[in-house]
């Protein structure tokens, strides 16, 4: 199914960057927020992390200078460890004993968050948030067409 959704992603992510001109917040977003979009809070966090990714290279940007390339490692690498810090909420919230599921807030993979941060600082963050979220609904409704339009089995444990 993940094979599936990732190649679907590439193609509507191909044709969203050819007729609109927008990413899809890189090549293989799509396909994996397409898995999930039966968990809302997962996308949330994914969405979360994204955010603070891209607030925190905006301000290194201010000190350090960051182009091209250097500008894609540090959101991957700013990304990674914000989708890692979602988890670590997890731990940290079982051993003080706080009650509260973190576990639905936990990002997306660990890359995820980092290329959707680029494409925000790319063409900026209402552009790639909808154009994601376009993209993902599309691939998710055509796995349900492939399918035969059963749900239930499409869901990412």
Known sequence: ???????????VSLVFSEILG??????????????????????????????????SVKLISRVVLLYGRR???????AGYLFGYLTRYL?????????????????????????LIAYWMLRQGVVETLCTML????????????AHGGRLIELAVG
Request: proline share 3%; with cysteine; charged share 5%.
């Open 1 to 11: 199914m993940m094979y599936q959704s990732i190649g679907l992603g590439l193609v």
């Open 22 to 55: 927008l990413a899809a917040g890189g090549l293989v977003v799509p396909g994996y927020i397409a898995l999930y979009l039966d968990q809302p809070l997962r996308i949330a966090g994914t969405i979360l992390a994204a955010l603070v990714t891209y607030g």
């Open 71 to 77: 500008t894609m490692v540090f959101c991957v690498l």
């Open 90 to 114: 997890l731990i940290f919230n079982a051993q003080i004993g706080l009650g509260v599921d973190y576990s639905v807030l936990q990002s997306i993979g660990y890359i995820i968050p980092g």
């Open 134 to 145: 376009m993209a993902a609904f599309i691939v998710r409704l055509g796995l349900v067409v």
